[in-house]
């Protein structure tokens, strides 16, 4: 063997071993974020206060909307900050959470109109991702006393689809999902909305009362939750970027933790009201 062949081997071993320890890095610190975060929600969930709630959520959203900025390929602006926070400032103090936002988007409309300073594009930060964070606020307030089990529904039916289809296309996946999402395959969307619905059905029969309307909401929470994912995938592939953002290592930005859940997030709170005595019950609760 010549000097160069073994140079050449050596080299290929020690590319080999330096994207091993990248690779092991990276999933470390995605490990580690998980774990700070689930202790998070732990400790929030616990504490179960409507001022702490509405304070995280409107924190994370005001993050989303910066990285939606990107993402819209919209200039950065303190108009868009200073939006948001009065939105969760009104949705805090007004039963009507999603007018909130409305009521915002009606103004910037206006403005729109009269002025001709602003691109229509503006209004897209408010409908993703502030609208979805509403809906998780809305979820949470609207179940009254139960809200905490509700947002526990949603996670559980969000992380067993995820890591269902995660577990399921690295087990079974051969046939693509759809292009914007060349790594997704049905037989991994297949396994994940099954993992969901199973144990979020059982989840969500304390909030139902009844197996089989746990059952339908979860399964079309899957479904939205599968969609939030593949929603955020188009916005990335569509700007050009791995990630939205940075804040959270081995996971991106806040949209792409928290895509499904928004989603998810939305549905759900649609359908609950189709519940027979839900809203009688959330005013009681």
């Not at 975060?37 to 989303?64: E, F, K, Q, R």
């Not at 868009?80 to 009521?103: D, K, M, P």
Request: aromatic fraction near 12%; glycine fraction near 10%.
């Amino acid at each position: 063997m010549d000097s160069d062949t073994k140079e050449t081997q050596e080299q290929t071993q020690q590319n080999a071993k330096e994207q091993l320890k990248a690779k092991l890095f990276a999933d470390k610190a995605r490990f580690i974020t998980a774990g700070v975060l689930i202790i998070a929600l732990v400790l929030i969930l616990s504490i179960d206060s409507a001022l702490l709630t509405c304070a995280i959520l409107a924190l994370l959203c005001l993050i989303g909307v910066r990285e939606a900025l990107k993402l819209y390929a919209l200039p950065s602006a303190l108009h868009y900050y200073i939006a948001t926070t009065f939105i969760w400032v009104l949705a805090y103090f007004n039963e009507r959470i999603i007018e909130s936002a409305l009521f915002i988007l009606v103004m910037y409309a206006s403005y729109l109109a009269y002025s001709k300073k602003i691109t229509p594009k503006a209004l897209l930060p408010f409908i993703y991702p502030v609208l979805p964070f509403l809906s998780i606020y809305a979820l949470y307030k609207d179940a009254g006393g139960a809200g905490v089990w509700v947002i526990i529904w949603l996670i559980v039916i969000v992380a067993l689809t995820d890591t269902g289809a995660y577990l399921g296309g690295k087990a079974f996946g051969k046939t693509p999902f759809c292009p914007t999402s060349p790594k997704k395959t049905i037989e991994g969307v297949i396994c994940g909305v099954i993992c969901g619905v199973i144990c979020g059905s059982i989840v969500g029969i304390g909030t139902c009362g009844n197996f089989l309307y746990s059952l339908g909401i979860t399964f079309v929470v899957a479904l939205a939750a599968v969609f939030g994912d593949l929603f955020e995938s188009y916005l990335k592939r569509e700007a050009g970027v791995k990630d939205s953002g940075s804040l959270l290592p081995g996971h991106g930005g806040v949209l792409d933790r928290l895509d499904a859940v928004l989603f998810g997030g939305i549905v759900m709170h649609f359908l609950l009201f189709f519940l027979p005595g839900y809203k009688d019950l959330a005013i009681i609760l």
